[in-house]
């Protein structure tokens, strides 16, 4: 089976036609070679889950990078200190799994009370002996916004990252989610003073553009067309797509995906030939707008 546009979970350059990150991948590497602690907000379906992928796969022969889904925690998992240190340790322990064995024999150890305070001293002697910079990746990181506990964990982290010129921790820093983490603690009630001592002061803009231009969707579709031979203009069918999408990539690749899965066989479009032309855009715009999940 051939490549396919896909609209759901990450890219895999394998088996989907995406556009090329590469340039991106080098501005976000460019901020972990700095030592930055930054975060990606961006919509979902935005591409942000693809790109920390690629670029842990970019780092990983310089760096030690330890990627983290807190999807994966569960929202139990943040009932308390405790609860979430043992998490956070046991998640942390699988994201290093076949790296050096002092890595895991630092932290495996943990008892039942294990509490934030005791989980960075552990994390801090990880760091120490990584034969490797350490870069600490969290996506789906708004998992957790309305939780107390978590921004504990933050403010933790940001003390550990103030003091990396004396105290052994992460090289770098990267939070992403669909929230900016500067609006976390306007989530939680009460105004104590305990959350001040948040992250947001200390991240580094994020400037990179996640959307899609026209030349990253040319790429895109003309990969498809090297394997279909439909004639299409190829330029023109890109500026269209761009002109209707302003380059979200959920929009962009459901374009696509639309007009190759759904059209071919319809009134007026016998096969690909036809479908990738205008008319089979617009289509392909009609059946996007009638769908419910946008």
């Not at 972990?32 to 907000?41: A, L, R, S």
């Not at 759904?262 to 032309?277: K, S």
């Amino acid at each position: 089976m051939g490549k396919v546009f896909n609209t759901t979970a990450d890219c895999k350059p394998q088996l989907h036609y995406m556009v090329d990150i590469g340039g991106r991948l080098e501005e976000m590497k460019s901020l972990v070679v700095k030592g930055e602690y930054f975060t990606i907000n961006r919509a979902r379906q935005y591409g942000k889950t693809t790109a920390l992928r690629a670029l842990k796969k970019a780092l990983d022969k310089e760096y030690l990078v330890v990627s983290l889904d807190f999807q994966k925690m569960g929202d139990t998992k943040f009932r308390n200190e405790n609860i979430f240190s043992i998490a956070f340790a046991k998640l942390f322990l699988r994201s290093i799994r076949g790296s050096e064995e002092v890595l895991s024999d630092l932290i495996k150890n943990h008892s039942d009370s294990l509490e934030l305070l005791e989980l960075f001293e552990n994390l801090s002697d990880i760091c120490a002996v990584s034969l490797k910079p350490v870069v600490l990746m969290i996506d789906e990181v708004d998992s957790a916004a309305n939780n107390q506990v978590f921004l504990d964990f933050l403010a933790q982290l940001r003390a550990y990252y103030i003091d990396r010129d004396v105290t052994p921790t992460f090289r770098s820093v990267i939070l992403a989610g669909v929230y900016d983490v500067k609006n976390l603690k306007r989530k939680i009630g009460g105004g104590e003073e305990r959350k001040v001592n948040s992250p947001w002061n200390i991240a580094a803009d994020f400037n990179v553009d996640m959307s899609f231009s026209v030349p990253d969707i040319f790429g895109m579709i003309a990969e498809y067309e090297k394997d279909y031979h439909t004639g299409m203009d190829v330029r023109y069918i890109s500026s269209l797509v761009y002109e209707y999408t302003s380059g979200y990539p959920f929009l962009v690749s459901r374009l696509c995906q639309i007009m190759d899965e759904r059209i071919a066989g319809n009134e007026g479009f016998p096969d690909r030939v036809a479908v990738w032309t205008k008319e089979g855009f617009l289509e392909a715009v009609k059946i996007l707008l009638s769908e419910k999940n946008l």
